[in-house]
Antibody, heavy 119, light 112 residues
Framework: EVQLVESGGGLGQAGGSLRLSCAAS????????MHWVRQATGKGLEWVSG???????DYAVSVRGRFTISRENAKNSLYLQMNSLTAGDTAVYYC?????????????WGQGTTVTVSS | DIVMTQSPDSLAVSLGERATINCKSS????????????LAWYQQKPGQPPKLLIY???TREAGVPDRFSGSGSGTDFTLTISSLQAEDVAVYYC?????????FGQGTKVEI
């Protein structure tokens, strides 16, 4: 079964750090671009960051310079290092797989991990 | 960034009736080298992650019932649920994946 399982969410302090992890299974992880998408309570979906199979990275303007996405193919794992947290980072964070072809939609989503930033 | 705007924000439809959701992009999302548009639709039920329903404007993901269909071109796209079922109550999002950042519409809540 293709699966993504996030962990690492919790309560963080404003100005502090958290590290999210995503464990992938059921597919050849190294062959897929991966992303983080977040959703504040009662709000819509916001793309946060993505990483290609070659390690190339992209970030939303709102997190650039504060968040770092990385992957460890040997461990089938995706990470998001979140620094200088603000209240605006409070959300459910989803680990997401991009489909296999050039220009693919997000075909597999994890259940999400909740990040709450307190001031 | 490409802005995706959905209408309406919410929609109440009787069981068995048709539901139509519109999505407009602020610029073309046509994927180069072919005639397809990089436009997807997702369904999100309460307490669940989003689920991919349709990609490339009109291609249904495996296992998605054929009452869901997508259409459109240029900057205007539509998701249609031909005969609404109780299990279709959800929020629906369109997304462009033509350019980074991949952006989503604000969502349309479908109720009975």
């Amino acid at each position: 079964e293709v699966q993504l399982v996030e962990s690492g969410g919790g309560l963080g302090q404003a100005g502090g750090s958290l590290r999210l992890s995503c464990a992938a299974s059921g597919f050849t992880f190294r062959n897929y671009d991966m992303h983080w998408v977040r959703q504040a309570t009662g709000k819509g979906l916001e793309w946060v960051s993505g990483i290609g199979t070659g390690g190339d990275t992209d970030y939303a303007v709102s997190v650039r310079g504060r968040f770092t996405i990385s992957r460890e193919n040997a461990k089938n794992s995706l990470y998001l290092q979140m620094n200088s947290l603000t209240a605006g980072d409070t959300a459910v964070y989803y680990c997401v797989r991009e489909g296999p072809t050039v220009w693919s939609a997000f075909d597999i989503w994890g259940q999400g991990t909740t990040v709450t930033v307190s001031s | 960034d490409i802005v995706m705007t959905q209408s309406p924000d919410s929609l109440a439809v009787s069981l068995g009736e048709r539901a139509t959701i519109n999505c407009k992009s602020s610029q073309s999302v046509s994927c180069s080298s072919n005639t397809k548009n990089c436009l997807a639709w997702y369904q999100q039920k309460p307490g669940q992650p989003p689920k991919l329903l349709i990609y490339w404007t009109s291609t249904r993901e495996a296992g998605v019932p054929d009452r869901f269909s997508g259409s459109g071109s240029g900057t205007d796209f539509t998701l249609t649920i031909s005969s609404l079922q109780a299990e279709d109550v959800a929020v629906y999002y369109c997304q462009q994946y033509y350019s980074t950042p991949q952006t989503f519409g604000q969502g349309t809540k479908v109720e009975i």
